[in-house]
């Protein structure tokens, strides 16, 4: 049995490599993906582009419009002076948002009343906008502090000052401390690459497996096999392992990748993420064994592969949180194997956990790739029968 | 250029289409998967934030504090801790995203005037939801700062105190800031261009693996009225895709359409007949169907999901990468339908946008055919 394993994975292996192409897709596409993925997923807003629109043109409204540059999240880049040009950009989308000073600005101010800026958010990306809304809430607030504390100040020192009693600024402040832990500058570089090891390595397993199952019987060797000695749980690991050995090879690929180029943290242990992604391609290899058995093309076999890949890695947490989801969803998505290794990957990328943290995870991973095996496997025994 | 024999082509190509029932179901399915993946499931909206509160002052005032958390929709108080240890726990283990711990002196500093702090940790690794969340504390605790200035100023026989500057934030466009309604319209996109470079990447390729490239050959034919023919087929098939996008978006997930819907067929077809001449070209450059589908991908829907701006903003990304978005075709086309949908804009302001895809579709169109004729001659 030894025997005949080691010659059909020797087989696979020479399969795969032989071609020249074939090579290059092993290597070429993952570090594409990467490269993009990690360049263009991207949902920070750190400079947006605003439209300063001062009706009031006064001291304080200057001191307002310095608040918003020395903010460092603003970039003024028009100075709309009527309503129809303001239209203009928002309608082109020049401008992420308008903000509006009116006439009396100052005045308001000055005389101690409420007085409001407005500020117009384009809300065709909502994400931008809630970000560009919180941040322009964040300058303006600031600036009406600054005004608030000089005109309490201002009335304390009046008052004392008329009683001739001591001077007490009893003024009761309280502060945010914000701490940002595991990403302390919040790219989110730093959350999306890490999840892009996880795709590449489940689509590129995923995938290989299933075409070379189906490409055998397209181009009936797969009769041939047959009458050989071998028995389908040998022709079953024989036609997986060499996949295995690929993906984790994509892996440390896809993670030095991150490391070097994208300077992602590190801060949990090699081995972990190994173990990982060992349980992990149980999964994706069942997986793919299954598809190749419920397909006779290679064509369907891709396909398939995607309708199938879609759901599954979109329903992970990936870009969207699990958080977010509807909680019907959210328990779906306990039945979804790429969940738990995102956040294995994560956990050891970013927060460094170890096996202690995720255990409930590596069990669930086991738990499903064991059942995904036994399936495709009494599948695959079947239909060599 | 024969339109009977153009048609002929077309009807084989349907006919190809309905008996692999499992391409049509992958172009009638994947939208509809995707729909309800993007309309119910999937959202960036951030609001009840899991947070873990650890009092250490115990006084009615850090108490107030807290209450002003809870009582927000942005927040929801799941847990109490009793030492950072708890605190670790729970982020480690992402049960919580958001610790607010008030220190012991906190009402000591409150009362005496001096500046009483807060702490806040938060979980970064999810930087875009940790970056709306820091939005959210900051701005309740400046509203609670100032809330309690102007009790106390109310107490010292002063006045209330008034907010000096009140930001009054209106939302053009989308007024609920409901995430649904731009990647809805964006998600037209992508799936048209699945349905592209899945279907139409393997039409030609799989004529020359399977050998009827030749028969094909032997017949009258010409090129163009070949690729005419093999994208009327799989024009039908996207423009129902479309469709069914449009009536389920608008109906089911209430996304707005403020703009004409004559325009949005319009450009959609325009976008439809250059990403189906791309499939074909690709199609064409390759007799394999594994190369073909794995090019296809690669050009066409990474690019189409990753460079368009359908979810990542283009504004955000490097330079480099800003620089090559401009020859992605479903950049223009997600700024076209989002336009259209949300902002309800029309030709005066897409003119340069539906020019591009006007010029993309006929270059591309042309390539299609003539790499045809050489690979055919």
Same mark, same amino acid.
């Given at each position: 049995?030894?025997?005949?394993?080691?010659?059909?994975?020797?087989?696979?292996?020479?399969?795969?490599?032989?071609?020249?192409?074939?090579?290059?897709?092993?290597?070429?596409?993952?570090?594409?993906?990467?490269?993009?993925?990690?360049?263009?997923?991207?949902?920070?807003?750190?400079?947006?582009?605003?439209?300063?629109?001062?009706?009031?043109?006064?001291?304080?409204?200057?001191?307002?419009?310095?608040?918003?540059?020395?903010?460092?999240?603003?970039?003024?880049?028009?100075?709309?002076?009527?309503?129809?040009?303001? !239209?203009?950009?928002?309608?082109?989308?020049?401008?992420?948002?308008?903000?509006?000073?009116?006439?009396?600005?100052?005045?308001?101010?000055?005389?101690?009343?409420?007085?409001?800026?407005?500020?117009?958010?384009?809300?065709?990306?909502?994400?931008?906008?809630?970000?560009?809304?919180?941040?322009?809430?964040?300058?303006?607030?600031?600036? =009406?502090?600054?005004?608030?504390?000089?005109?309490?100040?201002?009335?304390?020192?009046?008052?004392?000052?008329?009683?001739?009693?001591?001077?007490?600024?009893?003024?009761?402040?309280?502060?945010?401390?914000?701490?940002?832990?595991?990403?302390?500058?919040?790219?989110?570089?730093?959350?999306?690459?890490?999840?892009?090891?996880?795709?590449?390595?489940?689509?590129?397993?995923?995938?290989?497996?299933?075409?070379?199952?189906?490409?055998?019987?397209?181009?009936?060797?797969?009769?041939?096999?047959?009458?050989?000695?071998?028995?389908?749980?040998? &022709?079953?690991?024989?036609?997986? &392992?060499?996949?295995?050995?690929?993906?984790?090879?994509?892996?440390?690929?896809?993670?030095?990748?991150? &490391?070097?180029?994208?300077?992602?943290?590190?801060?949990?242990?090699?081995?972990?993420?190994?173990?990982?992604?060992?349980?992990?391609?149980?999964?994706?290899?069942?997986?793919?064994?299954?598809?190749?058995?419920?397909?006779?093309?290679?064509?369907?076999?891709?396909?398939?592969?995607?309708?199938?890949?879609?759901?599954?890695?979109?329903?992970?947490?990936?870009?969207?949180? @699990?958080?977010?989801?509807?909680?019907?969803?959210?328990?779906?998505?306990?039945?979804?194997?790429?969940?738990?290794?995102?956040?294995?990957?994560?956990?050891?990328?970013?927060?460094?956990?170890?096996?202690?943290?995720?255990?409930?995870?590596?069990?669930?991973?086991?738990?499903?790739?064991?059942?995904?095996?036994?399936?495709?496997?009494?599948?695959?025994?079947?239909?060599?029968? | 250029?024969?339109?009977?024999?153009?048609?002929?082509?077309?009807?084989?190509?349907?006919?190809?289409?309905?008996?692999?029932?499992?391409?049509? @179901?992958?172009?009638?399915?994947?939208?509809?998967?995707?729909?309800?993946?993007?309309?119910?499931?999937?959202?960036?909206?951030?609001?009840?934030?899991?947070?873990?509160?650890?009092?250490?002052?115990?006084?009615?005032?850090?108490?107030?504090?807290?209450?002003?958390?809870?009582?927000?929709?942005?927040?929801?108080?799941?847990?109490?801790?009793?030492?950072?240890?708890?605190?670790?726990?729970?982020?480690?283990?992402?049960?919580?995203?958001?610790?607010?711990?008030?220190?012991?002196?906190?009402?000591?500093?409150?009362?005496?005037?001096?500046?009483?702090?807060?702490?806040?940790?938060?979980?970064?690794?999810?930087?875009?939801?940790?970056?709306?969340?820091?939005?959210?504390?900051?701005?309740?605790?400046?509203?609670?700062?100032? !809330?309690?200035?102007?009790?106390?100023?109310?107490?010292?026989?002063?006045?209330?105190?008034?907010?000096?500057?009140?930001?009054?934030?209106?939302?053009?466009?989308?007024?609920?800031?409901? =995430?649904?309604?731009?990647?809805?319209?964006?998600?037209?996109?992508?799936?048209?261009?699945?349905?592209?470079?899945?279907?139409?990447?393997?039409?030609?390729?799989?004529?020359?693996?399977?050998?009827?490239?030749?028969?094909?050959? =032997?017949?009258?034919?010409?090129?163009?009225?070949?690729?005419?023919?093999?994208?009327?087929?799989?024009?039908?098939?996207?423009?129902?895709?479309?469709?069914?996008?449009?009536?389920?978006?608008?109906?089911?997930?209430?996304?707005?359409?403020?703009?004409?819907?004559?325009?949005?067929?319009?450009?959609?077809?325009?976008?439809?007949?250059?990403?189906?001449?791309?499939?074909?070209?690709?199609?064409?450059?390759?007799? =394999?169907?594994?190369?073909?589908?794995?090019?296809?991908?690669?050009?066409?829907?990474?690019?189409?999901?990753?460079?368009?701006?359908?979810?990542?903003?283009?504004?955000?990304?490097?330079?480099?990468? !800003?620089?090559?978005?401009?020859?992605?075709?479903?950049?223009?086309?997600?700024?076209?339908?989002?336009?259209?949908?949300?902002?309800?804009?029309?030709?005066?302001?897409?003119?340069?946008?539906?020019?591009?895809?006007?010029?993309?579709?006929?270059?591309?169109?042309?390539?299609?055919?003539?790499?045809?004729?050489?690979?055919?001659?």
């Amino acid at each position: 049995m030894r025997e005949r394993l080691k010659v059909i994975i020797r087989k696979e292996l020479i399969q795969a490599l032989r071609e020249p192409r074939m090579r290059v897709m092993l290597i070429l596409p993952p570090i594409i993906q990467l490269i993009v993925f990690g360049y263009a997923a991207n949902l920070d807003v750190d400079m947006s582009l605003i439209a300063w629109m001062d009706r009031d043109a006064t001291q304080e409204s200057r001191e307002l419009l310095s608040n918003f540059e020395g903010s460092g999240r603003f970039q003024i880049v028009a100075t709309p002076q009527r309503d129809a040009e303001m !239209q203009h950009l928002l309608d082109h989308g020049d401008v992420d948002a308008v903000v509006r000073v009116l006439p009396g600005f100052a005045r308001d101010v000055e005389r101690g009343r409420t007085t409001s800026v407005q500020v117009l958010v384009d809300g065709t990306n909502s994400n931008t906008a809630s970000i560009v809304s919180s941040n322009a809430g964040q300058a303006i607030a600031r600036y =009406s502090n600054e005004v608030n504390l000089r005109r309490q100040r201002d009335k304390l020192v009046g008052r004392t000052m008329s009683t001739g009693g001591p001077l007490r600024p009893n003024i009761p402040r309280v502060d945010a401390r914000t701490r940002v832990w595991f990403n302390a500058d919040l790219r989110s570089r730093n959350y999306f690459v890490p999840g892009v090891v996880v795709n590449i390595i489940t689509l590129i397993t995923l995938m290989l497996t299933a075409m070379a199952i189906v490409r055998e019987k397209e181009i009936g060797t797969m009769e041939q096999l047959m009458v050989t000695p071998i028995q389908s749980i040998e &022709l079953m690991l024989g036609k997986t &392992l060499p996949f295995a050995l690929v993906g984790l090879f994509d892996t440390a690929l896809a993670v030095t990748v991150a &490391l070097v180029l994208f300077h992602i943290p590190f801060r949990g242990h090699v081995w972990v993420l190994l173990l990982g992604a060992c349980v992990f391609l149980m999964t994706s290899l069942g997986a793919g064994l299954f598809i190749s058995t419920v397909s006779r093309t290679q064509q369907q076999a891709m396909m398939s592969t995607f309708l199938f890949f879609q759901p599954f890695f979109l329903l992970s947490g990936f870009t969207f949180p @699990i958080r977010n989801m509807p909680p019907a969803v959210q328990y779906l998505t306990y039945l979804n194997p790429v969940r738990y290794f995102l956040e294995i990957v994560r956990g050891v990328f970013l927060k460094g956990s170890g096996v202690s943290v995720l255990w409930p995870q590596l069990v669930a991973l086991a738990i499903i790739g064991a059942s995904v095996l036994t399936l495709s496997a009494l599948r695959f025994h079947k239909k060599l029968d | 250029m024969n339109f009977r024999r153009t048609r002929a082509v077309a009807r084989k190509e349907f006919l190809h289409i309905i008996r692999d029932a499992r391409s049509l @179901i992958l172009a009638l399915l994947l939208p509809l998967v995707m729909l309800l993946l993007f309309g119910y499931a999937l959202s960036l909206d951030v609001d009840q934030i899991p947070t873990i509160v650890y009092d250490r002052d115990h006084t009615p005032q850090s108490r107030d504090l807290i209450r002003e958390f809870s009582g927000s929709r942005y927040f929801q108080v799941t847990a109490v801790a009793n030492s950072y240890d708890d605190i670790d726990r729970d982020i480690d283990r992402s049960r919580t995203l958001l610790a607010i711990v008030v220190p012991e002196n906190y009402s000591k500093d409150l009362l005496a005037g001096r500046e009483a702090q807060v702490q806040l940790i938060i979980d970064g690794s999810d930087s875009n939801t940790a970056s709306i969340a820091v939005g959210y504390t900051e701005a309740l605790v400046q509203s609670y700062a100032l !809330q309690l200035r102007s009790e106390a100023q109310v107490q010292k026989g002063g006045g209330k105190l008034n907010n000096a500057v009140e930001p009054r934030i209106r939302v053009w466009y989308n007024n609920d800031l409901v =995430s649904r309604n731009y990647i809805v319209p964006g998600l037209i996109a992508v799936i048209l261009m699945i349905i592209a470079s899945l279907l139409t990447s393997l039409t030609i390729a799989r004529e020359w693996e399977t050998g009827t490239m030749e028969q094909l050959l =032997s017949t009258p034919v010409r090129p163009t009225e070949l690729v005419l023919g093999k994208l009327s087929a799989y024009f039908t098939l996207g423009i129902t895709d479309m469709v069914i996008c449009l009536v389920i978006g608008v109906f089911v997930f209430d996304v707005p359409m403020k703009g004409s819907v004559l325009l949005l067929l319009f450009s959609s077809c325009l976008f439809l007949f250059g990403a189906l001449s791309w499939g074909i070209l690709m199609s064409a450059s390759t007799r =394999s169907q594994l190369v073909a589908y794995q090019l296809g991908t690669l050009t066409s829907f990474l690019p189409a999901f990753l460079l368009s701006g359908f979810i990542y903003s283009i504004h955000s990304m490097p330079v480099i990468i !800003q620089a090559v978005t401009y020859i992605v075709p479903a950049r223009y086309f997600v700024t076209v339908l989002k336009f259209i949908f949300l902002k309800g804009v029309g030709v005066e302001v897409l003119w340069a946008e539906l020019t591009f895809l006007f010029l993309y579709a006929a270059i591309v169109f042309l390539f299609a055919s003539r790499k045809l004729r050489q690979k055919i001659a």
